[in-house]
């Protein structure tokens, strides 16, 4: 079992409408929860991070974190084409982790937003 | 503030021949992190420097890879004997000390490997 796991898609929504990405993980002791954004041929982008239960927004981005379900999302709305890109989902604090800072990420997930 | 940058951008060899990557991280910042990611993948921890030295390597690093932080500055990353299953972009990352942001980690623009 990978220690994070996301669906690779792709994810298609039609522009204006809202896009979940979802994240499980394994190991049921980690600490902080990450969303990276990366376009083609670029680097990873960090757009959110989540520590406690429940939900964080940042501007059209909520992060949600279950850590009884060990489960992580992203709900993007308003979704625009320039959203288009893979969505790495990352975890620290896992008992690998919890001592240098590294970070675990998930293989993403494609989102395409259609105009 | 630079940003995390690496060198260079792209790098084509043949297998055999050996490379090294630089990265040079955002000043100040004492944690810095290699990273390999292939087409279709999340990127997968290879190593971890605290300052200039190494603290973790990741059991799937072959001993043809070889890292080094002298100084605590920038980092090199040297492949030796390359083969073809080494081609991928290799990701430098680095993160401040503990309690100044230290759970962020910061991306440069990778450095591409094509080796033929």
């Known amino acids: 079992q990978k220690e994070v796991e996301q669906n690779s898609g792709p994810l298609s929504v039609p522009e204006g409408a809202i896009a979940s990405l979802n994240c499980t993980y394994s190991d049921r002791g980690s600490q902080s929860f990450f969303w990276y954004r990366q376009y083609s041929g670029k680097s990873p982008e960090l757009i959110m991070f989540i520590y406690s239960n429940g939900d964080k927004e940042d501007g059209r981005f909520t992060a949600q974190l279950n850590k009884a379900s060990q489960y992580v999302s992203l709900l993007i709305r308003d979704s625009q084409p320039s959203d288009s890109a893979t969505y790495l989902c990352?975890?620290?604090?896992?008992?690998?982790?919890?001592?240098?800072?590294?970070?675990?990420f998930g293989q993403g997930t494609t989102l395409q937003v259609k105009p | 503030d630079t940003g995390v940058s690496q060198d260079p951008r792209h790098k084509i060899t043949k297998r055999g021949q050996n490379v090294t990557f630089r990265c040079d991280p955002i000043?100040?910042?004492?944690?810095l992190y290699w990273y390999r990611q292939t087409l279709g993948q999340g990127p997968e921890f290879l190593t971890y420097f605290q300052n200039e030295a190494q603290l973790e390597k990741s059991r799937l690093l072959s001993d043809r890879f070889s890292a080094e932080r002298p100084k605590g500055s920038f980092s090199t990353l040297e492949i030796q004997r390359t083969e073809q299953g080494d081609s991928a972009m290799y990701l430098c990352?680095?993160?401040?000390?503990?309690?100044?942001?230290?759970?962020?980690?910061?991306f440069g623009s990778g450095t591409q490997l094509s080796v033929l």
């Open positions: 990352a680095s993160s401040p000390p503990p309690g100044q942001g230290s759970e962020k980690l910061f």
């Open positions: 990352a975890v620290k604090g896992t008992a690998s982790s919890s001592n240098t800072g590294k970070l675990i």
């Open positions: 000043s100040e910042h004492n944690r």
